[in-house]
């Protein structure tokens, strides 16, 4: 009797232990970690001297992902893992970057990349993939003319922000001439050839050097003495210049160093971060600058106050947000609402970013048919360098005379 109660008793736990097990497994089937893993590509120049443009979107993209694996934006029915690419800012590194990810089935997204360059050189492949690829800072018009499908500028192009720069020059600062110089990369030759044309249609003199400062955006520039000499024979009261930072700030610097001092610098986006602070130091102040973003620490958006809140409980006050923090966020947000809308392939991502209206933190994100950026959405802010800071000055609209 005693063995039999035993042997009762056993089969009970034993059932019990059955049940709890399927009890769990459901649970494992509701939590994160049975969700099918998809993977969004962060591709940008995590290292080198364009770095600090490139990081502070990285991280945006970071706290939104951990946001969503949290349950923070309802339950999602994928896990998500962003995986940064490292471009370096150098586009041939981008080619077999961009395949490795064209041919894995599990990335479902590229977020980027960040520069025109490595657009140019990434997009044949992703858009043959036809895997989505959002950018939120690559600027260059011509982009637009490959005729991608599954391309998005999630941001106003230099069609917008160089006649502002110009616009900026001519009716602003009303120089005696400008003298317009840019690096060798596809934004820098491409801004600047647009500012040139501006300039002209508003009588504005241009003394020009387009594309002359090699390897822009590598930092590997160092001397800058032939292009200030130039500068000085022009006589201009104003420079425009296109480029990237690693060879605005010292180029700045050097003009200083080099007597040059009344020469107003008005830079781009690509120039409008915290290393060209560093780099031109006090040679800075007075220096100009546009970008397409916005100081979204400034904004009383509850949503933009909850990022910036949380970004910085996350990497620190002092860990830069701008230039394209809060873009970047709004890139990362957009896939995840096409989670929470069930679509989770590739095409049906793509459809969805096409049809998207979607009001960010950092401007309201809808597309026209060749991927562009609403035109009438788009805003353009300018800048000014304070004593190594820069302070926002207000909409280009408010800021320029008509």
Known sequence: MHRRRKLRVLGAVAILAL???????NNNNNSSSSKKTV???????????????????????QLAVDNANAGKYGNLPVKIEAVPEDTQGNPTVIPPLATKVANDPSYVGVIGPNFSGE?????????????????????????NANNWTHWFRAQANDNTQAPDMANYIAKVLKPNCTFVLSDDSTYGKGLAQIGQSTLTSDGVKVVADL??????????????????????????????????????????????????????????????????????????????????????????????KTFVSEFTAKY????????YGADYWDIAMMYINAFKAGKTTRADITSYFAGLNYQGISKHIQFQSNGELNADDAKIYMWKDDNQQWSYLGLSTDVIPS
């Not at 657009?119 to 011509?142: E, Q, R």
């Not at 620190?316 to 230039?323: D, E, K, L, V």
């Open 211 to 304: 594309g002359a400062v090699p390897n822009g955006g590598t930092g590997e520039t160092k001397d800058f003495s032939p292009y200030i000499t130039k500068a000085k024979q022009s006589g201009c009261k104003a420079m425009f210049y296109g480029g990237y930072s690693p060879e605005a700030g010292p180029l700045r610097a050097q003009m200083n160093q080099q007597g040059l001092t009344t020469m107003t610098m008005v830079v781009g986006d690509g120039a409008r971060d915290d290393t060209f602070l560093t780099s031109a130091g006090a040679a800075g102040n007075g220096s100009v600058a546009s970008c397409p973003c916005g100081d979204i620490t400034q904004s009383s958006d509850p949503a933009a």
């Open 19 to 25: 049940v709890a097990a399927g009890c769990s497994s």
């Open 39 to 61: 993977k969004l590509a962060f591709f940008g120049a995590l290292t080198g001297s364009a770095a600090g443009l490139v990081v502070p979107g990285w991280k945006a993209v």
């Open 119 to 143: 657009s140019a050189a990434a997009g044949p492949t992703f858009d043959k993939a036809g895997i989505p690829f959002v950018t939120g800072s690559a600027t260059n018009p011509t982009l």
């Open 316 to 323: 620190g006050a002092s860990s830069p947000i701008a230039p």
